[in-house]
């Protein structure tokens, strides 16, 4: 199945870093979304954006649509412990188009904290 | 807490068998998704319900099928299991189909023996 490219994939980090993560498709989404994901348990939802060139924050993450529609940005600033995990973004044709809500997933983005 | 609930947790089978796995979305919501999750595939989408009927099918084989009740619950049911169908399933919700937020539930980690 499709995944969308994400970049990098793991990074390595000291608390109170900034993080920077991206997302690529060869194909035009309507609406970025990026997920969260501890081990063993399910995605959560951290930011939804629905249009190019979008800039939306939640805290200390923000994230932008990007004006090709093929592309997706993550920032996280001042990194905490807490912010370790799995970060995926998340692509939604959507539209018009009957039965276009599923969501294509990126490959992933793992965090680490360095003591 | 996304308020999606599965059930089990965890679920170890052998090679042939059949399970179950359930789904209770968010109240509220009218539109389940089940996704599968593997080492190799990443997050893949299996099938997506809507108010009791099938709205879109993805990467599902025909050995898994699903459904979704009256009372919005859904089941997703996997047969003749193979070794490489281990893996996470997750379910998720949405209020409506064209909602573009979908909220997952914790998942249910499938071992086959």
């Known amino acids: 199945g499709q995944q969308l490219n994400q970049s990098p994939q793991s990074m390595f980090i000291q608390e109170g870093e900034d993080v920077s993560m991206n997302c690529t498709s060869s194909?035009?989404?309507?609406?970025w979304l990026w997920y969260k994901q501890d081990p063993g348990e399910g995605p959560v939802l951290l930011i939804a954006?629905?249009?190019?060139?979008e800039l939306t924050s939640n805290g200390r993450l923000t994230a932008q649509f990007g004006i090709t529609r093929k592309d997706s940005f993550l920032n996280i600033s001042a990194s905490i412990p807490s912010d370790v995990g799995i970060y995926f973004c998340?692509?939604?044709?959507?539209?018009?188009?009957?039965?276009?809500?599923?969501?294509?997933f990126g490959t992933g983005t793992r965090l680490t904290i360095i003591p | 807490d996304s308020g999606v609930t599965q059930t089990p947790k965890h679920l170890i089978t052998a090679t042939g068998q059949r399970v179950t796995l359930r789904c209770s979305p968010r109240?509220?919501?009218?539109?389940v998704y089940w996704y599968q999750q593997s080492l190799d595939q990443g997050l893949q989408f299996l099938i997506q319900?809507?108010?009791?009927?099938?709205?879109a099918k993805g990467n599902i084989l025909e050995r898994f099928s699903a459904q979704q009740f009256p009372d919005l619950h859904s089941e997703l049911n996997l047969s003749s299991l193979e070794l490489g169908d281990s893996a996470l399933y997750f379910c998720?919700?949405?209020?409506?189909?064209?909602?573009?937020?979908?909220?997952f539930g914790p998942g249910t980690r499938l071992t086959v023996t």
């Open positions: 998720a919700s949405s209020v409506v189909p064209g909602a573009t937020e979908q909220y």
């Open positions: 194909s035009i989404f309507n609406t």
């Open positions: 954006l629905y249009k190019a060139g």
């Open positions: 998340a692509g939604q044709e959507g539209g018009q188009n009957f039965g276009n809500e599923k969501l294509t």
């Open positions: 109240s509220g919501d009218l539109s």
């Open positions: 319900y809507y108010n009791g009927e099938e709205r």
